[in-house]
Every structure is written in C-alpha cells, then in structure tokens.
C-alpha cells in the first residue's frame, strides 16, 4: 500500500481510524512525492522538531518509491485519460496514481478524487 500524505500526516497523529487499516497491512510505502509533500508541511509546524524525528524514524521503516522512467508511461496514460474526461487531479496525486498503478498497490488516502483513476483502488479511512 502507498501511503498518500495525508495517511502519513494521519499515522503521525496516531488516528484509530487508520491505525485499523493498517494493522492488516505489512508492506508500506510512500512515494518520493509524498515524502516530499509531508516534509514541507512539518517545516511550518508547531511540533517541527518531534515530527521531524518521527518522520526520519518513519522513513526506515518503510520502502520509497522513486519516480524513474518507469512510471513515466503510466503518467501520461492516467493524465490523458483523467484530461479526457474532464476531471484532472492534483500532480502531486497523478505521481502518486501513477507509481500505484506501476507497482499494482492500492492507495491508502482521504482523497476521494483517486477513485476516478482506473486501475487505483483507494483505501479510505
């Protein structure tokens, strides 16, 4: 499962809701993206410094995907399509459906707009 940023910022607050889905699970991922995305936002936090070492903790504990040229075609198939139909969603979200799709994972997200990607199953919580 690939962990969008908002799961992540979730796991870091411990939510129950979450910690369910997960418990099940034994093969997390984050995406260079949502790693990304997440440190920014800890940047301007109150608790910088404790989600910064949570954060670092959290990184060894699970695998990154990287963008290469793998993903490459599965960005432009999932860009067009989504542009075909009239419902884009945010970059960030199209690596991430993208990297989902390459690797056959399920994205674990509040973001309902990931239901519109064909052959992306969210996990909502």
Known sequence: MILDTNAISALSAQEEG????????????????NAAEYFYGLQNSKQKNVLARWF???L?????????????????VIRTELKRAGTPIPTNDLWTASLARLHGMKVVSRDRHFDRVQGVERIGW
């Open 60 to 76: 060894e504990s699970v695998r990154i995907l990287d963008l290469d040229r793998d993903v490459f075609p599965y960005y432009h």
């Open 18 to 33: 979450l910690l369910r889905v997960l418990e099940r699970e034994n093969d997390l991922c984050v995406t260079v993206v």
């Open 56 to 58: 670092s903790e959290f």
